[in-house]
């Protein structure tokens, strides 16, 4: 048995007001990670580490997500990534944070695992890091879109509290106070399960911010048994040490749905109103969130599904 799933950030309050210009493109995005990478991990040809790296690289890819290209801009107009992977087999993992040259912040993440020492790089470092060892190097300002400078700008007019236009398609057509990370975890033919998570934080962040996405047992974690990946507002699941929680209440007995639930009830109340994907080794697989929508898919026998707000998209009419 092979799954993936993927997310492409939660957000937003009310009652969900149906697809934007843009989620199309959003939609196409995920059906490909979904087809191609779901394919490739059920026939071998990659791991759920890899299936992972290569799920969110696609998205990073995709300037309509909030990671690599199309990242959101911080207080000072500049993009600043993070991104972490974790392999449920050995519990390895990789983390690298505020990285402004790299492409693919979740490869130069997964270059740190497979190194073994340390887990974490920042900043500077991290890039260059990266780069000496083959992730593709960009201009900062390669990774700027007209989409996420307009909503910067309305960030600014509105002297807003940060992160509140981040899903704003308005400014090129919901109005709405989300948070944009993208992730993805995996259960391959050997009955290993990965984790991997990236983003470019919220509009407006302050300068050295870090969420939870780099953080392992935060916005990140896998272990024998259970790969996790959140989105949300990353101090709330810091301070619930949000992947983790839901990894060891399922662990010690509870099911999958009622842990996930477990974690989204601890972290509404200290403002971290997000959602979760997660996987595990007995072939369950799980996407819940408690805002208006997320962003999300999964594939299962050659089974794929997706969704935005409460309900799974036609992807038939999308053709």
């Known amino acids: 048995m092979t799954i993936l799933a993927i997310h492409g950030g939660a957000g937003g309050d009310g009652e969900w007001r149906g697809l934007t210009s843009l989620d199309p493109e959003r939609i196409h995005c995920m059906n490909h990670v979904l087809t191609s990478i779901g394919e490739a991990l059920e026939s071998g040809i990659i791991d759920a580490l890899e299936a992972v790296t290569q799920a969110v690289e696609t998205m990073e890819d995709e300037p309509l997500f909030n990671a690599g290209i199309g990242s959101v801009l911080d207080e000072n107009g500049t993009v600043t990534m ?50 000496r060892n083959g992730v593709e190097e960009v201009e900062p300002t390669w990774l700027v879109t007209e989409l996420r400078t307009k909503q910067w700008n309305l960030w600014k007019e509105k002297n807003a509290r940060p992160g509140a236009t981040d899903e704003d398609d308005s400014v090129l057509d919901h109005d709405l106070e989300g948070m944009g990370t993208v992730g993805a975890v995996a259960l391959d033919s050997e009955g290993n399960v990965a984790a991997a998570t990236s983003t470019g934080g919220m509009t407006g962040k302050p300068n050295g911010r870090i969420g939870d996405t780099p953080i392992i047992g935060a916005g990140t974690w896998a272990d024998e048994h259970i790969a996790v990946s959140c989105t949300g507002v990353g101090e709330a699941f810091i301070r619930t040490c949000g992947a983790h929680r839901l990894a060891t209440t399922h662990n010690s007995g509870l099911g999958l749905d009622k842990a996930c639930d477990d974690l989204l009830s601890a972290v509404e109340p200290i403002g971290g109103r997000g959602g979760v994907i997660a996987v595990t080794a007995r072939g369950e697989v799980a996407t819940p969130f408690q805002t208006m929508l997320m962003y999300r898919g999964v594939w299962k026998h050659g089974k794929i599904t997706i969704g935005i707000g409460p309900n799974d998209v036609d992807l038939d009419s999308m053709d």
């Open 82 to 131: 993070d991104a972490s992977i974790m392999n449920g087999a050995d519990g390895a993992a990789g983390s690298v944070v505020n990285v402004r040259r790299i492409r693919h912040p979740i490869r130069a993440a997964n270059c740190i695992l497979k190194q073994g020492w340390p887990v974490m790089l920042n900043s500077e470092a991290a890039d260059e890091f990266a780069i």
